[in-house]
C-alpha cells in the first residue's frame, strides 16, 4: 500500500520541491534589500489565497480554460481532418502541403499582430491564436499514424470490397487514433500556453491580463500566484484529459503514459 502511494504521489521528486521552496524561503528572507521583487514562497501562498477569496483568479481562471479549450477543440478536429487529407490525399498533399510546411515553423505569438488586426482586442483574436498554435502537433501527428498503417490492412480491405466509408470507419480512424490522440494531449498544453500569451498581447482578459496588471502595479507576490495558478491549471487539465483517454479509449496503450 505504501509502495503505491509512493509511486503515486512522486515522494521523491515531492521531497526535491520542498527542499527547493524552503531554501527559496531562506534566500529570500536572508537578502531581502537584494530581492525587493522576488516575493517568498508564503507571500505568494497569501497573495494567491487573497485572489481565490476575491474571486479575481477563479474568474480570470474560468475564462483563460475556457478559450484554450474552445481553441483545443477546434485545433483537434481541424488538425485531425487536415491530417488524414495530407496522408491520404495526394492533390491535397501537392497543392497544400508546401504552404503548410511554410506555416508550421511560424511562432504563434508573431500570429497575435495578424490576429488583432483582423478581430481587434477580443475573444475571437486569442481564440485565433491559439488554434493556429495548436492544430500543428495534430495534423503532424495524425499524418505519422496514417503513414504507419500496414499496407496489408488497406489490402485486406480492398479485397472485403469495402466502401470508402467503410474504410475510414473500420480501418483508418482506429489505426490514426493512438498518434493523433497523444498529439492533442501536447496541443492541449500548447493552447493554454499561448491563450496567456494572447491574452498578455492581444486580449485584456484572464490570466495573462492579470498577470499583465499585478507586474504593472508592483506586485510580485500576485503576479508570481497567477503563474502558479497557470501551472496548476496546466498539470489539472492534463490529467483531466489523460484520464478521460484511459476511459474512453482503454486499449491504446500510447494515451496510459505521463
Known amino acids: 500500500m505504501f509502495r503505491r502511494l509512493n509511486v503515486a504521489l512522486n515522494a521523491p521528486a515531492l521531497a526535491t520541491a520542498l527542499v527547493l521552496f524552503l531554501a527559496w524561503e531562506v534566500g529570500v528572507r536572508a537578502a531581502a534589500t537584494r530581492f525587493e521583487f522576488l516575493p517568498a ?4 501562498g ?6 481565490i477569496r476575491s474571486g479575481q483568479i477563479i474568474a480570470d481562471s474560468v475564462h483563460t480554460v475556457a478559450c484554450a479549450l474552445a481553441g483545443w477543440i477546434i485545433a483537434s478536429v481541424l488538425g485531425a481532418a487536415i491530417g488524414l487529407a495530407l ?14 510546411e511554410l506555416l ?10 495578424v490576429a488583432v488586426l483582423l478581430f481587434g482586442f477580443t475573444v475571437t483574436t486569442e481564440i485565433t491564436v491559439i ?11 495524425a499524418v505519422a499514424g496514417a503513414k504507419a498503417i500496414h499496407p496489408r490492412l488497406l489490402d485486406t480491405a480492398a ?22 490522440m497523444v498529439g492533442a494531449r501536447v496541443a492541449l498544453g500548447l493552447a493554454l500556453v499561448v491563450a496567456v500569451i494572447a491574452e498578455m498581447v492581444g486580449n485584456p482578459a484572464g490570466l495573462g491580463w492579470g498577470l499583465v496588471t499585478a ?20 498539470v489539472l487539465l492534463n490529467a483531466c484529459l489523460r484520464l478521460t483517454f484511459a476511459r474512453l479509449f ?5 494515451l496510459q503514459q505521463s
Not at 41 to 44: N, Y
Not at 87 to 100: D, T
Not at 104 to 113: I, N, Q, S, Y
Request: aromatic share 10%.
Open 87 to 100: 496522408a491520404f490525399s495526394p492533390i491535397v498533399h501537392r497543392f497544400f502541403g508546401a504552404s503548410l
Open 131 to 141: 488554434v493556429f498554435a495548436s492544430v500543428w502537433p495534430v495534423i503532424v501527428n
Open 41 to 44: 514562497p508564503t507571500e505568494i
Open 215 to 234: 507586474q504593472e502595479a508592483l506586485q510580485p507576490d500576485l503576479m508570481f500566484g497567477y503563474l502558479v495558478a497557470t501551472g496548476a491549471l496546466g
Open 159 to 180: 479485397t472485403l470490397h469495402l466502401s470508402r466509408t467503410q474504410r475510414l470507419g473500420k480501418v483508418i480512424l482506429p489505426a490514426v487514433l493512438p498518434s493523433t
Open 250 to 254: 482503454p486499449g491504446i496503450r500510447e
Open 104 to 113: 508550421r515553423p511560424l511562432p504563434a505569438v508573431a500570429f497575435v499582430p
Open 46 to 51: 497569501q497573495a494567491l489565497y487573497g485572489a
